[in-house]
C-alpha cells in the first residue's frame, strides 16, 4: 500500500495497514537535518529512506523499532534529495500513526518533544510539498501561533507570459474586496459524485465577519465536474484546499478552480484558487492574515525541474488601495536548480496580504516537461496580547 495521500513529512493519524507500507517521497534539499517524532497506536518497524526521485529507489539509513503508545524520537543526517517512511505492521491489526518532523541545517531543533515546537524566533524550517490542514493548524495555544505552508507550483510553461502560481496566464486578484458566494469547478465531468475523480473537498477561506473584521473559516464542499457548484459559503478569499474523497482515480481528474461569484444574472465568476489535476492540493502562494495577526516569514525555498530561466516575485499588496510592493525579486533557473534565500518579512493583518508570482523570461524548447515551485513557512502569530 502506498500512502501517497498522506505525503507529508509530518503527518497526524496516518493509517497503517498490517503489512507493509510506505509515503510518498517529499523533499528535503538544503537541510541537513530530519529532527522526527513518531508515536504509533499498534507495534511496527519504521524505516527512514532516502532517494535521488520523489517515486524513484529509496534506500534505509535508518532502522527504529516503535512501540504502541510510546513516542520515539531521533535525529537523523540527510543522506539524499528526498526522504520517505517505510513501515512494517507485522500485528495481524490496523492501527495509525503520528509524526512531527522539522527539517534544520544543525541538531538544534532536535527537542521536538516540548509543547512549544514552533517559537517566533525559531529559525527552523518545516518543509515539504505537500501539507496537512489539520496538522498544520498547531500551537496557537502555545504563543498565539498558528503555522502554514504557502505552496507555490507553476507547471507546462511554454512562453514567456508573467503567471500566478496557480493558473496559467491568469493575473486576477485572489482576494475580493467584498464577500461572494464561494463556487468550485473542474474541466472534467469525473470530479463529481459517483464518478472516479474528486468528490468532496474541505478548505480554508478568509471572510469579513459582522464588524467588517477578516475572520477565518474551514468548511467542507461537494465537486460538481464542469458545473459550478456552490460552497454555501461567502467569503473574499480561499487560502487553502484539500480533496478529501474520491473514487477509483485516487485524486482530482480535471484541474479544479476556486472562485467567488461576483455577478448573478448573468453569472461571473472571479478565481480565487487553483488545484492542478493529480494533486490533490490547492497550489496557490498566498498569506492572507486576519483580525490582530501578523504573517511573518524568514524563509522562502524555491527550485525546480525545467528548462527555463525566469524571475520569482514575492509581493505585499495593501487591500484597500490595491498597491503592489515587490519585497523580492530573484532571478532563477529551473534545471534542477534548489534555492534558500533568508528574508524577514511581516504583513501586517487586515491591512495586507500576500502572493507569490513566476515571470519566465525565456521561452522553453518544444517538449520539455517544466515544473516550478515556491515554498515559505508562515507563521501566523496572534498580536492580541502583545505588548
Known sequence: MNLSQASNISF?????????????????????????????????????????????????????????NTEKYNACSVRGRYVRFKFTNSTGSDGTITSNCILTMDSGGTNIHNSNIVKSDYSSVLTREHSDLMSDMINREYEGILVKDLNGIVSGVTNTNKRNFWNLDNKEDPVLSTNNTLFVVSDSNDDRSGQIGARTITFEYVYLDADGNLARGLASGLVNGTTPQTLNVSGIAITHVEVTSTGSNGSNVGNLTFSGRIGVAPPSYQALNYMPIDLNMSKFFI?????????????????GTSQIIGKIRITKVTRSSNIRKVLLEEVVDGNNHYSKVECSIRIEGEIEYLIGEFLSTTTPPGGSVNHFHLTARGIFKDMSNST
Open 12 to 68: 497526524r493519524n496516518l493509517p497503517l495497514v498490517n503489512g507493509v507500507s510506505n509515503t510518498t517521497g517529499e523533499q528535503c534539499l538544503g537541510f541537513s537535518i530530519l529532527n522526527v517524532s513518531l508515536l504509533p497506536s499498534i507495534d511496527c518497524i519504521c524505516e527512514i529512506q532516502f532517494g535521488p526521485l520523489s517515486l524513484g529507489t529509496f534506500t534505509t539509513f535508518y532502522k527504529l523499532e516503535l512501540n504502541s
Open 287 to 303: 498569506g492572507v492574515p486576519i483580525k490582530n495577526e501578523n504573517l511573518i516569514i524568514k524563509e522562502i525555498n524555491y527550485g
